[in-house]
């Protein structure tokens, strides 16, 4: 089975309560950061996911990136199905938990005899869980640390539909996905591919053990209320 590419991606917001939309979206291809795509709308977003081609993203605060995401899935004739088995054109799954924490959407776009066309989207907050700027402080990123700090924008700026992204915009954009890029290639680079930063642990901890050992100190048949 071919990989699938992965990417980092992150959306520009207005703050408008009356008219609350992207109205910027980038994202950075994780292994490649020269490969760095922008847009102005959701639209052009949802075209991107929608190419034949499957991709991972990473957004950093799925929370926040996936409430517009949501949003336009459900005004556009997607439809929620709790269970994969029942995907068709059109449909997508969530993993969100009760508490409100979101880790995981997969989108189907269309769905034949032998392929699926699809866009796993997850939050890399569950596995860095720090600002953009602490992780390029932690990966010694310093060069793409100071241009976080310095390069700012105006988020209560009115951005109509349509607007049209300034270069200092994009730089602040690209500097996010990219510094996210790198850090996720080093983690993956590392064999820690799971969702989350506890799952990686375990999975880790349990390749250290042999399987003998890690059933001895956590036995299947262990009742925890015991």
């Known amino acids: 089975m071919k990989q699938r590419r992965k990417f980092t991606a992150d959306f520009e917001t207005t703050t408008n309560p009356n008219s609350c939309h992207v109205w910027a979206w980038g994202i950075c291809e994780i292994g490649n950061t020269n490969n760095f795509l922008y847009g102005n709308n959701i639209n052009t977003f949802i075209e991107f996911c929608q190419q034949k081609e499957n991709v991972d993203l990473y957004f950093h605060n799925l929370k926040f990136d996936g409430d517009f995401i949501l949003n336009y899935l459900l005004r556009n004739g997607y439809k929620y199905i709790e269970n994969k088995k029942d995907k068709e054109n059109k449909t997508f799954t969530t993993l969100i938990s009760d508490v409100g924490q979101f880790y995981c959407f997969e989108i189907f776009f269309e769905v034949g005899n ?3 066309n699809s866009v796993k989207i ?7 869980n720090m600002s953009v700027l602490e992780v390029a402080k932690s990966f010694g990123l ?18 109509d539909e349509g607007y049209e992204i300034t270069e200092e915009e ?9 510094v996210m890029a790198i850090a996720l290639n080093t983690i993956f680079g590392e064999g820690l591919t799971r969702m989350t930063a506890g799952s990686n642990a375990l999975n880790n901890y349990k390749e250290i053990l042999t399987k003998e050992e890690f059933e001895y100190y956590f036995p299947s048949n262990w009742l925890w209320y015991r």
């Open 114 to 116: 032998k392929k699926v």
């Open 122 to 128: 997850m939050d890399s907050l569950k596995i860095l």
């Open 142 to 159: 310093g060069e793409l640390a100071e241009k976080i700090k310095e390069e700012k924008i105006d988020y209560e700026k009115d951005r």
């Open 170 to 178: 994009l730089k602040y954009l690209k500097n996010d996905v990219e």
